[in-house]
């Protein structure tokens, strides 16, 4: 377990994506990237935007995106941090929270209703690694 949104988080997102046999079957038709866009809220002061780049069920990069840069991604999930929270816990299921608009989605939108169980499988790997800041 990491704490959400620190380096160590990143890698331990990105190693789990990596070696979960789950997310790899469930994941081996995705073809994009998506930027993590946590808008401040609750203990974060600062948006803070983490990029994935999802390859049929591997993660060949994971990094936080610097300011200023002009990447672009196949999706773009914006929220505030405590909405990220509340999907980390448990309390706030993914879906809902596009459906809600809780987060907000820019980008391929076909390509995420087409692969639902890859989008809740992703918030599944991310569940079990992450620590949230006490």
């Known amino acids: 377990m990491a704490v959400f949104l620190t380096e160590e988080w990143i890698q ?3 190693d789990k994506l990596n070696t979960d046999s789950q997310y790899a079957e469930i994941a081996k038709n995705w073809e994009g990237d998506i930027f993590m866009i946590i808008n401040p809220g609750g203990n974060l002061e600062e948006p803070v935007v983490v990029y994935f780049d999802l390859w049929h069920g591997k993660c060949r990069q994971a990094f936080f995106v610097k300011e200023g840069s002009d990447q672009q991604a196949a999706l773009t999930l914006k929220g505030e941090y405590d909405n ?3 999907i980390l816990l448990g309390e706030l299921h993914p879906m809902q929270a596009l459906l ?15 692969n639902v169980p890859t989008v809740l499988d ?9 620590e949230l800041p006490g």
Not at 100 to 114: A, D, F, H, I, S
Not at 122 to 130: D, I, K, L, P, S
């Open 100 to 114: 809600t608009r809780k987060l907000n989605v820019q980008g391929n939108m076909g390509l995420l209703m087409r």
């Open 12 to 14: 331990s997102f990105q």
């Open 84 to 86: 990220y929270l509340r």
């Open 122 to 130: 992703f918030v599944r790997c991310a569940q079990e690694v992450t």
